[in-house]
């Protein structure tokens, strides 16, 4: 059994729902890397007693580490640095020296503000520098620092890493922490694990368990492999960890998948279809355009968030009104009114329309009625028209019914809208 | 003491972080309205001795109510009915009405596919009709019913709400479970809480410290607000919750907050800058058009989210690359090279050129570093100018230097945007 880990994400803006946790998933990744075992995230509010009962839940299932995210700010309500200390048996003291590096670092961003209270400043600064006893101090990085509070001598349980709530913040200490001696001795037993990661789409779940199932028949040791599956976005994606002596019976379940569902199966190695459109456009020398009306700028938000995607994203229309896919993208009026502003020959017309005016080597096209309302029988809500196009003039298209409410239809189109790109770029068909 | 909840997300792709979690807050939104207290949220993965010791930890937190979500798929590791049974002290069985049921909404989905396996279908809707004896039932509304679960006669606890993981069908089955007479049972000591929220932009958070500080000396009755704050996409929230009878607090605290930050609370309401802005446009009659760079698609999708967006969106442009801003928006070329892409002047021509191609009453652009790469001295990473014009040439305009890395500046120029477009068409000048 290697090192096990609990996450404590603190915030009652993250309990309620008002802000959405970035770190749960980060730092579960992190560890993930290391080889850590993570058993649970727990969320809680900005009360004492809550944050003392979530360590206590997780020293009692026996992790060798917990590390915690939020509460290290100048607020009465951040109490994270007080409570570990005393779970960990250690008095809380004013560190000089922290206080001198906290106040250097704050004076420069005052600038930005005008008329700021200094009494309020040093109050803040020396809440920040107030410290559990013995605990390896990180950074800051904000003006919040990190703090690494092993259990006090004589105490048994996990080594508590407190990080800042601020992701960015928090992914700038996390190197540091790792250094420490009392995080090195307490993530010493961790295993290495081998995690593999299959995507499937247009497949349902059942068919993926029935294949699971099969494996049990036929493979020796599949029983030592994690398997678990997960729909998202409109994707089937089935994760596979393993200790490595495993790694045969890992094999032998992805032979199984590809015999299986070949032709569902677009990713082995981890990539997302996002990444791989950005390969394929990267090794073509293609750029690419959209031209999206029911996703409403989600398609060229994705296409467009990757670091470098100006390499190869020329841009997007997105043709909200009628006479905007006429003006900004050519779309023939008479076209819009023969067939609708949700159907096939429109979503051709405006990657047409797209691929000429952005002067781009592939253009990809989304109509669709994303709900609530504006659904019709022939037309319900969830029923979207893609066509992707290269400027050569090769073209595929689909329309489907997308299930779910307006954002869920915003979501899964896009995914579509990706693969179909995705295989137009491969120079393949449309339909699986 | 009114009645507690604690919520469990089961899931191992939630645990490592590759499938985001809606359902804590979505279910988070619905215990407030209900005044049920949160004190938890856990994530686990799909392991049983996991997930039993989640729930063990909130039984012995006292909450009157656990619900959890995700683990009732047709797969193997899909196991919450029966831990939960077994937690409950209640044996699974077979319910034969229930597996009728699944097998007739299964029918119609199977024609989507091609060449299943019945019999894989068969296994799949017998394991998700087996459930614990004595829960009641909940839909199904995708394949997977929902249970309420009490513990069996004799033992005490909780009562546990099983839903299934995907939002849409978690959603739908959610009236039905708080109609179960296990449900209101369990939340029937429920406090009337009242909820409010105010939102400041452009003001650091240690100066609502202050404010807070000062309000302790001033306001009786003050620690019987609880008050959290939290900066969130650019925006500070401060976030007040209490029992009726400490209203007269709440109100002599919103007063202070005015009288100390009149300028930078925009929100006392509880509205988001996105519902101000689409009911200001709607007010006025006025369409917006968007013309965005570094943001890449995302403030368009902001501004289309809503039902109903339709009315007053009239659509966006992306043009990422700078030949798309000439031909797109009829930016002049010599502008751009005389200042710059990222520069003020362009930013205005590209409101101007926004407001001429959409022919919308109103128009804000966006263009930026967003880094990694592309930043230089004079326009470092996160450098991002603005500008908010009305038809009749009114205009606003803003540049600064923002935080944080791609995804952040990306984010938060979203947000910076909007307040210009907002204080745009209230007429109000663009510096707090």
Chains 1, 2 share one sequence.
């Not at 390969?279 to 999206?292: F, H, I, P, Q, Y």
């Not at 990809?364 to 979207?384: F, H, M, S």
């Amino acid at each position: 059994m290697g090192a096990r880990a609990g996450i404590v994400v603190t915030g009652t803006e993250v309990l309620a729902g008002r802000v959405r946790d970035r770190n749960g998933p980060w730092l579960s990744d992190r560890l993930a890397e290391l080889g850590i075992e993570l058993a649970h995230i727990t969320i809680c509010g900005d009360r004492r007693e809550d944050l003392e009962a979530s360590l206590r839940f997780l020293a009692g299932e026996g992790v060798h580490l917990v590390i915690t995210s939020g509460g290290l700010g100048p607020t009465a309500d951040d109490l994270t640095a007080e409570v570990v200390a005393r779970f960990q048996g250690r008095e809380m003291y004013l560190d000089a020296e922290l206080e001198r590096r906290i106040a250097a670092i704050v004076e420069p961003l005052l600038k930005r503000w005008r008329g700021l209270d200094p009494e309020a400043i040093r109050t803040s600064t020396r809440k920040q520098a107030t410290i559990p006893r013995g605990a390896e101090v990180l950074g800051p990085a904000g003006t919040a620092p990190g703090l690494v509070v092993a259990p006090a001598d004589g105490r048994e349980g996990p080594a508590v890493v407190v990080l800042p709530g601020p992701p960015s913040e928090l992914h700038g200490l996390w190197p540091e922490a790792l250094e420490t001696a009392t995080f090195r001795a307490a993530s010493a037993g961790r295993s290495q694990f081998e995690q593999r990661m299959l995507r499937l789409v247009g497949i349902p779940e059942s068919e993926i368990a029935e294949t699971l199932r099969v494996g049990e028949e036929q493979i020796d040791g599949l029983e030592d492999l994690e398997v678990t599956t997960c729909l998202r976005r409109g994707e089937l994606e089935v994760a596979v960890r393993y200790e490595p002596p495993a790694r045969a019976a890992w094999e032998e379940l992805l032979e199984l998948v590809r015999e299986r569902h070949g032709t569902e199966l677009f990713s082995d190695d981890g990539t997302s279809v996002d990444e791989q459109v950005a390969a394929l456009l990267t090794d073509s020398g293609r750029t690419v355009a959209v031209a999206e009306s029911c996703t409403g700028g989600e398609l060229a938000g994705r296409l467009s968030a990757p670091a470098g995607a100006s390499a190869w994203f020329a841009g997007g229309v997105v043709p909200y009104a009628n006479e905007a896919k006429a003006r900004l993208l050519g779309v023939d009026f008479e076209l819009i009114e023969r067939h609708g502003a949700v159907s096939a020959p429109v979503a051709s017309a405006m990657a047409e329309g797209a691929l000429a005016r952005f002067g781009a080597g592939a253009a990809v096209a989304v109509t669709g009625v994303a709900g609530p309302g504006g659904g019709t029988e022939d037309k319900p809500v969830g029923y979207v028209c893609f066509a992707a196009r290269l400027a050569d003039g090769f073209e595929l298209a689909r329309d489907l019914v997308i299930p779910g409410e307006r954002p869920d239809v915003r979501d899964r189109s896009t995914t579509v809208a990706l693969h179909l790109l995705r295989r137009l770029l491969r120079g393949e068909s449309a339909e699986l």
